[in-house]
């Protein structure tokens, strides 16, 4: 009874198992008569899935029928849990059913529970973007799989540009891939830096900034931002980033802690090398204010999140985060 669900923020790594896994059920010659995606805007969708998952297949492979976005492990009503109750011990060997979400499913559910006995269950997290070890790991992994040698040079520079973006990691490794083919010279970090696009590095400029409480600065970095299109979420999430490695090494640095091993450690940064720059750059900047902004951010992330407008959002928040950085 092959029951999958996947859930989580990375949409671009959950979609290439979702095309792992169809490709995997399905006969290609038969795909049109045994591929069935339900949307979540679809009226009773989870149990025309349910109902669609009893059919055996026509021809060769088999079945794959696949609920998107459902809220079923977050919301699940009576009637659909009876429904749920009545399929999920019956359903075919050769019928896959396949439930996605961004959202973590509910462990206090009758239906999270049900589905437990009988699903697989598989995340598909967002590595958070201070999470630089986690990054570089991430970006090694995505070399290897397009077959790219890097140097651990390269392997960070690409961790700090693409950040927790799966999707842009691996257009920029198509890029750099076909760079090789095309070129025939090795990747060294001048050509990544001058091909691959680099908006963290801009939102890292914007995280100084805003430090510094420079808000004519903060606003023109933040504007170009925009006109390159980079997202709300990702600006916010690096900003997150920055100065919460701002703040853990400026708590060290405050309790006299002097090895660089022991602050790297502490603040989750893989290079120790990097501790004495960052230790002048927070040298002169009060704890109390990388305290005060950190709560800001979260707000911003949170208002973003709800769909507020972005623009104006990210403007207002940013000028709030200057005043408070030139005041302390």
Not at 224 to 236: C, K, Q, T
Not at 300 to 310: C, M
Request: proline content about 6%.
């Amino acid at each position: 009874m092959p029951i999958y669900v996947y859930w989580g923020e990375d949409d671009f790594a959950m979609e290439k198992a979702i095309v792992t896994l169809r490709e995997r059920v399905l006969d290609p010659l038969w795909t049109s008569f045994n591929y069935t995606s339900f949307p979540p805007d679809q009226a009773d969708s989870i149990v025309q899935a349910l109902n669609q998952v009893m059919t055996p297949p026509f021809g060769g492979g088999g079945r794959f029928v696949w609920l998107v976005n459902t809220t079923i492990s977050q919301n699940c009503p009576d009637h659909i849990l009876a429904e749920l109750q009545r399929t999920v011990k019956v359903i075919p060997p050769d019928s896959t059913l396949l439930l996605t979400s961004r959202n973590k499913p509910d462990e206090r559910l009758k239906s999270t529970k049900l589905l437990k006995q009988f699903a697989t269950f598989c995340e598909f997290p967002l590595i958070p973007p201070w999470k630089t070890e986690l990054l570089v790991q991430s970006v090694q992994q995505a070399a290897q799989t397009v077959g790219l040698k890097l140097n651990p040079l390269v392997v960070e520079l690409l961790a700090e540009s693409v950040g927790n973006d799966t999707r842009l990691l691996y257009n920029e490794l198509e890029k750099l891939r076909l760079y090789i083919q095309s070129s025939r010279k090795p990747l060294d970090v001048n050509i990544v830096s001058e091909l691959v696009r680099n908006t963290t590095q801009n939102t890292l400029q914007l995280a100084t900034a805003i430090r510094t409480g420079d808000t004519p600065k903060a606003l023109g970095i933040l504007n170009d931002l925009g006109n390159s299109a980079e997202p709300g979420l990702r600006i916010v999430a690096t900003l997150i980033g920055q100065f919460r490695t701002w703040l853990l090494v400026k708590m060290m640095m405050e309790t006299g802690e002097r090895n660089p091993q022991a602050i790297a450690q502490f603040a989750e940064i893989t290079n120790p090398k990097r501790i004495y720059f960052i230790q002048q750059e927070v040298k002169s900047v009060p704890l109390k204010q990388l305290i005060l902004v950190l709560p800001v951010l979260l707000e911003l992330e949170v208002s973003l999140k709800q769909g507020a407008s972005e623009t104006s959002t990210l403007q207002t928040k940013v000028i709030e985060m200057c005043q408070i950085c030139h005041n302390n």
